[in-house]
């Protein structure tokens, strides 16, 4: 199909919730995406932080391959075994002791409210159903999850919204403190918030969470659906800095681009979990859970994670430096290789400039220009990405 063809039929049937660039993406291989008429882009988009392994892996692709001819869905009425060794694993790598699958990362946060309030009604009975999240904080386009996602554009044409949720400031321990109290089930926050403009919490700010989650019988959940598995270099993000929570929510990159989340859970709020309480038609399925085998498998790897931290400091310095030589570059924020360059114009117009020379970025906000390639980017990528973005900023 040619382009306009392309263009023609999305304008004609497809419901208009997104705007995209000129041009249609078909292959990929590696790094790099290649459009209809064979271009080629150096994608540090990386389907917002979803192709961890890159474009074109082997073994993903046979696993979709063997697995799909053998069982693709049965839905979650009957055994299969990929689902619970994906769940081992998600388990021996981290504070978790229990898994639900669903299959994104606002049906995970929806999962987590659901436990939370389960938790909070078996052990403290009626009334404590409150919610505490942050400024900035992106938890998805759902309901309950919305309702946590502080963007006025994102939630007015939809309300009413889930009660009972109270926002205080990101980084404001004391903010915090201020706004909780014992109505509290949970506290919801992104370890580095992505949507919201890439932003690091301070470490003294979750372990301040933690302590006031203790303090009020409310659990802490940690949305790592974007900043998790491998992207700041550590498994999980929080295991940089050293503080657990009770729950965490998984989606972007865990099945190598097929649809899936999962909420993680220590055994005190799985127990109170029954038959009934929650489901899903398609979660967990025998091919996905098979992908998700992989992809958790390679990057769980101490070896491919300290190659990640590697690539990271990389970026960091290139960045570093850019910031110095460029007055347009406000501030440099990110851990691993999840990056935001804050600039003095909006970074939309980045984004459409590197289009033009062969480069898929993407905003976070409307000033922040969001760096999240696959992990397997290499260096030299990197320096190429940092090359283009520097060019396009200092000649707009
Ligand atoms: C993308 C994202 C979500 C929502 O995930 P979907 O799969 O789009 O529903 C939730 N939380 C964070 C931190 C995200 O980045």
């Known amino acids: 199909m040619i382009k306009e063809e392309v263009f023609e039929l999305e304008q004609k049937y497809i419901a208009h919730t997104y705007v995209r660039p000129p041009f249609v993406l078909e292959g990929g291989s590696h790094s790099t995406v290649y459009d209809t008429e064979g271009n080629a882009y150096l994608d540090m988009v990386a389907g917002i932080a979803v192709n961890a392994l890159g474009y074109g892996d082997p073994e993903i692709v046979q696993t979709i391959q063997r697995?799909?001819?053998l069982l693709i869905h049965v839905s979650n009425l009957y055994h299969t075994a990929p689902h619970v060794r994906l769940a081992r694993k998600l388990c021996e790598t981290s504070f978790a002791d229990k898994v639900f699958f669903c299959n994104s990362g606002a049906e995970a946060n929806e999962g987590a409210l659901k436990f939370a309030r389960k938790w909070a009604r078996v052990n403290f009975g009626?009334?404590?159903?409150?919610?505490?999240a942050f400024t900035?904080?992106?938890?998805?386009?759902?309901?309950g999850s919305l309702a946590l996602t502080p963007r006025e554009k994102y939630q007015a044409p939809f309300r009413p919204l889930m009660p009972g949720v109270?926002?205080?400031e990101f980084n404001n321990l004391e903010d915090a403190r201020e706004k909780a109290g014992d109505d509290l089930c949970a506290i919801f926050v992104e370890?580095?918030?992505?949507?919201?403009g890439i932003h690091p919490a301070a470490p003294e700010f979750l372990r301040g969470l933690r302590e006031i989650a203790d303090q009020?019988?409310?659990l802490l959940v940690f949305d790592e659906v974007q900043c998790g598995l491998g992207r700041t270099g550590y498994l999980w993000a929080h295991q940089g800095y050293g503080v657990e929570p009770d729950i965490m929510t998984v989606a972007k990159p865990i099945a190598g681009g097929l649809p899936m989340g999962a909420v993680l859970m220590t055994d005190r709020v799985a127990s109170v979990i029954e038959p009934g309480d929650h489901g899903s038609t398609f979660a967990g399925g025998p091919l996905v859970s098979s992908v998700a085998e992989v992809v958790v498998g390679r990057i769980s790897d101490p070896m491919f994670l300290a190659v990640v931290r590697k690539k990271g400091k990389f970026l960091e310095n290139l960045l570093r430096d850019m910031q110095k030589s460029s007055s347009h570059v406000v501030d440099v924020r990110g851990k691993g290789l999840m990056w935001g360059i804050e600039l003095d114009f909006e970074a939309k117009k980045v984004v459409e400039a590197g289009y033009e020379r062969g480069l898929l970025t993407v905003n976070a906000g409307p000033n922040v220009l969001r760096l999240v390639p696959p992990l397997i980017v290499s260096e030299e990528e990197l320096n190429r990405a940092v090359e283009i973005i520097y060019d396009i900023i200092e000649n707009i």
């Open 126 to 132: 009626e009334g404590k159903t409150s919610v505490m």
């Open 166 to 168: 109270r926002f205080a």
């Open 67 to 69: 697995q799909s001819a």
């Open 136 to 143: 900035g904080a992106f938890h998805g386009r759902l309901f």
């Open 191 to 196: 370890p580095i918030q992505g949507e919201g």
């Open 216 to 218: 009020h019988n409310a």
